[in-house]
């Protein structure tokens, strides 16, 4: 077997095909082989300077879990990865690895860079599918800390102090561990299964998660500390959504991305009689053009929609989402609506409806067509309104994908915690410490909607610095 790999190009992930994912919510990628993935790992140059670590945000050694891959050493790479990420199966499919680590592969100048991402995820599914090890439960410190949101954040921050002893409790508002990565991403893209998964092996470390709690609200973080917790991390996530504030929003048929995609991923509302229903079928457009968006617009095809719109106020060229998942969506048949913004949401009462005969039915949304001007203090040229140029697209249901912000709620129940304008928690920066002692935060409740692969990066740090001021090595 040849030592290294010159084609220019990744070994292509195998997928189903467009025309019978966009009717299922089976995963759309499945996965390399073995073979494919030790040929996609000897692309890799095994750099010294080892430039793609430094592109990932929680520092995992790529080119020592790429290396062991060469060698048919699958367990081996899982063990490297393990080492720095919590978790390797969700970051493997949902990271945006083209922005992060492989930007920075050398095999990028001239070809595409090594799959890193599709690398991760073929090891971590190896290692679920064959290792029969259950994780360690580390000797106790003595030490109690509490874990506020199970979302990747969380989790992170939960398995580092368990990996050092300490007793942790998760508190999670929703009656299922996961946080964003089981009501916010799709099946599609991420199977609950392994969510799951990451979940059992921290439980199996020791960490307790209890459900159904509401911090603010069940149990203050005052009351956290009353009840022996030596430290809190605030891992609760932005799932505040925001609107664009235009007449109609309150129409029968407008949602925001995170109600539509909760109602789906969390409550089943796919199912022939769910507990909590969607609205199915018709026309629908989605406004925005994150990956929340097109979670959102993939999410509604599958659920039965007869056509699906994107409607983003930009160009094609500063859609912020990611590009796999703008052309998977446009494989499915998503209409994209570029340089269009909506200013109203069109409706009609509805007689036979007693319980608010004001608030109707959408029957279509008003646009205004857009052109590109000059750039805006982030440099991204800002989109300016073409007078006379409104039209009607005709949808019965909107779904608003235009950002979250943190949930204000432990902020007003909490003394001492500081936040911005924007509603996120005031941290510092190198240890993620907020303006009240012994409290933590990081991920989107201080940051506000961003990658997951992030929010773990702000557990690792929290994790380390909590360690340390609980030691007596640091003081806040």
């Not at 929010?455 to 609980?470: E, F, H, R, S």
Request: charged share 25%.
């Amino acid at each position: 077997m040849p030592n290294i790999n010159m084609s220019p190009k990744k070994n292509p992930m195998p997928s189903q095909a467009p025309e019978v994912r966009a009717h299922n919510f089976l995963e759309v990628a499945t996965g390399y082989t073995e073979e494919m993935a030790i040929d996609e790992a000897l692309r890799c140059l095994s750099c010294k300077n080892m430039p793609c670590v430094a592109g990932c945000p929680v520092n995992i050694h790529i080119p020592e879990f790429i290396a062991k891959i060469k060698e048919g050493d699958f367990e081996g790479a899982y063990q490297v990865i393990s080492v720095s990420s919590s978790l390797p199966a969700v970051c493997g499919r949902v990271c945006p690895q083209e922005t992060q680590c492989e930007c920075k592969c050398v095999r990028g100048i001239k070809g595409e860079p090594v799959g890193i991402g599709r690398l991760e995820r073929f090891v971590a599914d190896w290692h679920n599918a064959h290792s029969t090890e259950k994780p360690v439960t580390a000797p106790s410190n003595g030490h109690k800390v509490a874990v506020v949101g199970s979302g990747p954040s969380g989790l992170t921050c939960a398995g580092d102090l368990a990996k050092k002893g300490y007793k942790v409790t998760v508190f999670e508002a929703l009656h299922t561990a996961g946080g964003v990565l089981v009501y916010g991403i799709p099946e599609f893209r991420l199977p609950k299964s392994i969510v799951q998964k990451e979940v059992d092996n921290l439980t199996a470390m020791g960490v307790d998660i209890e459900t159904n709690m509401i911090i603010g609200k069940t149990l203050t973080i005052d009351e956290l500390f009353d009840k022996g917790y030596e430290a809190v991390f605030i891992g609760s996530g932005a799932g505040l959504p925001n609107f664009m504030n235009i007449p109609g929003e309150s129409l029968k048929g407008v949602y925001s991305a995170n109600e539509f995609l909760t109602r789906s991923n969390l409550m089943k509302a796919y199912e022939e009689d769910p507990v909590t229903p969607i609205m199915k079928g018709g026309k629908v457009a989605v406004v925005g053009g994150g990956n929340v968006a097109m979670d959102a617009a993939r999410t509604a095809l599958r659920l039965g929609a007869e056509k699906v719109y994107i409607v983003y106020r930009r160009s094609m060229e500063e859609l912020p989402a990611r590009k796999e998942e703008v052309e998977h969506a446009m494989e499915e048949g998503i209409d994209f609506r570029l340089l269009n913004n909506p200013v109203e949401i069109l409706g009609y009462e509805n007689p036979e409806d007693k319980r608010d005969p004001k608030n109707g039915f959408v029957t279509g949304m008003k646009c205004i067509k857009m052109e590109l001007g000059e750039p805006d203090e982030n440099g991204r040229r800002r989109p300016v309104p073409i007078p006379g140029s409104e039209f009607v697209l005709d949808v019965d249901t909107v779904v608003m994908a235009i950002g979250t912000s943190p949930n204000p709620l432990i902020k007003s129940t909490t003394k001492g915690l500081e936040v911005n304008r924007r509603g996120g928690i005031i941290v510092e920066e190198e240890t993620g410490a907020t303006t009240r002692e012994g409290v933590y935060a990081g991920g989107d409740a201080v940051t506000g909607a961003a990658t997951v692969i992030s929010a773990m990066g702000a557990g690792k740090l929290a994790a380390k610095a909590i360690d340390d001021y609980l030691n007596g090595k640091k003081e806040q």
